[in-house]
């Protein structure tokens, strides 16, 4: 079945005057255009296509990468405002509409949101919503401490930045967690800190614990390198002033330097530490 809005992996039947015709297994057949078909092809060959409804709402497909796939979140412009809502350019020759009702605020034109792209079952049409939440659940959550996970950043709170976890879930991280800059749009890694009970995740954007050492002392080791092996931070370095070179917190940093020191790779001095 050739799914709208997602990836295919179809195989070439013919070509013709207008371009390739590609199908599935169920017989199913949709357009590849020639302005999109490779230089190189052959019959009965496997071919990774995106599949659309063109201006025309003809199924369609393309080797375009669009920035936002059916059931995902980006972070899109908008090229756009027209009688029924917002275009936006999600990198296809049809722009994506956010319908007037589909937005948690009046967008404007030039300006950027995170939306999410579904399949209208009214319309049966690829459509966009920046009401985010409406598409996130923290029902069912499998996650330990540490775990890694994808992070799509998408509001800011008094508490911290919410975040999208894993394309499926809403997390948070806490502004005393954040040791570099973060904005709206950022496609982040992260790891889970906490679970709580409720069902809310609390996210770090460092490993927690004992797992934290390594990454940390490799990002030292990473930035003295960088920095023709010295940097003047020490014990008596200001938390901002390791936060500003860093992007780390002062009990990380302290962490991160014992390991190095202890596997002498590093001198400590009074103006800072000294690769070895």
Same mark, same amino acid.
């Given at each position: $079945?050739?799914?709208? %809005?997602?990836?295919?992996?179809? /195989?070439? *039947?013919?070509?013709? @005057? ?5 199908? !599935? ?98 319309? $049966?049409?690829?459509? %966009?919503?920046?009401?985010?939440? /409406?598409? *996130?659940?923290?029902? @069912? ?5 540490? !775990? ?121 001095? !009074? ?6």
């Amino acid at each position: $079945m050739i799914e709208l %809005g997602n990836y295919n992996t179809l /195989k070439v *039947l013919r070509s013709t @005057s207008i371009g390739l015709f590609l199908g !599935d297994d169920e017989g199913t057949e949709i357009l590849l255009p020639n302005k999109y078909v490779p230089e190189d092809f052959e019959i009965d060959q496997d071919m990774k296509v995106f599949c659309y409804l063109d201006n025309a709402e003809r199924p369609i497909s393309t080797t375009l990468k669009p920035k936002l796939i059916r059931n995902g979140f980006a972070y899109l412009e908008v090229v756009e405002v027209g009688a029924y809502g917002a275009f936006l350019d999600w990198g296809l020759e049809k722009h994506l509409l956010v319908p007037f009702r589909e937005q948690s605020e009046r967008m404007e034109d030039g300006n950027k949101y995170i939306v999410h792209c579904y399949m209208d079952e009214e319309s $049966m049409r690829l459509t %966009g919503s920046s009401r985010v939440d /409406k598409f *996130l659940s923290n029902e @069912s959550l499998d996650y330990n401490q540490n !775990d890694l996970v994808n992070l799509l950043v998408y509001r800011k709170t008094p508490l911290g930045w919410e975040v999208i976890v894993d394309n499926m879930h809403k997390g948070l991280i806490f502004d005393s967690d954040i040791f570099k800059p973060v904005s709206v749009g950022d496609e982040l890694k992260g790891y889970v800190k906490n679970v709580r009970d409720d069902k809310k995740i609390d996210i770090s954007l460092q490993p927690i614990g004992a797992k934290m050492l390594e990454p940390t002392a490799k990002m030292i080791l990473d930035k003295l390198e960088e920095n023709n092996g010295f940097l003047p931070l020490h014990d008596k370095s200001s938390p901002e002033d390791i936060k500003k070179t860093l992007h780390l917190s002062k009990k990380a940093f302290k962490k991160g330097v014992g390991i190095l020191y202890r596997q002498r790779k590093i001198n400590i001095q !009074d103006d800072g530490i000294h690769l070895i």
